[in-house]
């Protein structure tokens, strides 16, 4: 079986992470939509370099203009795309008859692009992965042809345990790695963060990805690594679903792998990824005095901490490390290809 992967957007976000992953499992080559200089993979081919959005139609129309396209196209005989907005390659590959596999991460009801372009990946796909089935579930209903995965992490998450040297009682650090848009929560976290920091009891060390204390611990780059996660104990999921539903949960198991525990506002795929303990993670309150309260109260218990260091480890390990994510691609893939 020859694959193709085509992807919206390669950067440094979560989706072209969990591509890049799903390439070297599959030894796949990528293209994409447009393309950063400071993507997560090197792709065959795109439409277009740049930091800043063109309009859709153009970039897909270039892309279409590279003749690297249309020879990794001809030559393929499974697709797999990433993301909806991906949904006019898919279109073209039902045409030609070749196979699919569409993987969602987005929900619905971000802005009219985005609901078109789910509705029509759900009609003409003939597989769909997501991570998340609560996202999708009133859209995909009892079909047969929709798969809940994980999203892959790559092998240096595990190669080496992590390191906790300092104690609970006197110093805890937490991250928060969501952007600027409003609904990711970092006004929130601002609020919780001054808020512990009066507290007397211990110190706490609260970074955002690419502040000016976290560049001075971890360097310029905003790329999570391992090594980022093993200097934190928290890191903190505060997005608004009552604004964007989040469906994706990487950072999430990328902490946990290194032992950083993820707490979470209601995010879909995050309820579904940690329900055997969702409820020692879950942040029902997104007021700024709850989500301190809860983190100090969690702190007190070193011993629970520990619990749920070990806990969380081992459940983003047992669903996305590499050998488990290729047993998975390889029984979807075989399904794909026999009919």
Known sequence: MRLLIVDNVNNLSGAPAVVSQISQLLAANIVCIREEPDGAYRSVCCGIRSERPPLYPLGVLLLLLRPAFWREWVAADTIILNTSLTFPFLLMARICGKNTVAILHECSYKNLLYSVAIRMTVWAAGFIVTPSARAYRTLLGTRGNWRVMANPLPVRYFEAPPVRAKRLERQVSVLFAGDARAYKG??????????????????????????????????????????????????????????????????????????????????????????????????????????????????????????????VSSRAAALCSPSSMLESWRALLAEVKSG
């Not at 999430?252 to 995050?270: K, N, Q, S, V």
């Not at 005095?289 to 100090?296: E, G, W």
């Open 186 to 311: 970092r006004d929130l976290f601002r609020a919780v963060a001054d808020i512990l920091a009066t507290d007397p009891s211990r110190a706490w060390i609260c970074h955002e990805v690419g502040d000016s204390s976290y560049r001075k611990l971890n360097g310029d780059s905003r790329r999570l690594t391992p090594e980022v996660y093993d200097r934190y104990d928290f890191v903190l999921v505060l997005t608004d679903n009552r604004i964007w539903q989040e469906t994706f949960g990487l950072v999430g198991c990328e902490a946990a792998c290194r032992g950083c525990i993820p707490l979470f506002t209601d995010a879909f795929a995050y309820r579904e990824i940690w329900d055997p303990f969702a409820a020692d993670l879950y942040l029902p309150d997104r007021q700024a005095a709850a989500i301190a309260q809860r983190l100090q109260g969690l702190v007190v218990d070193g011993d629970r901490v520990a619990r749920l260091r070990q806990m």
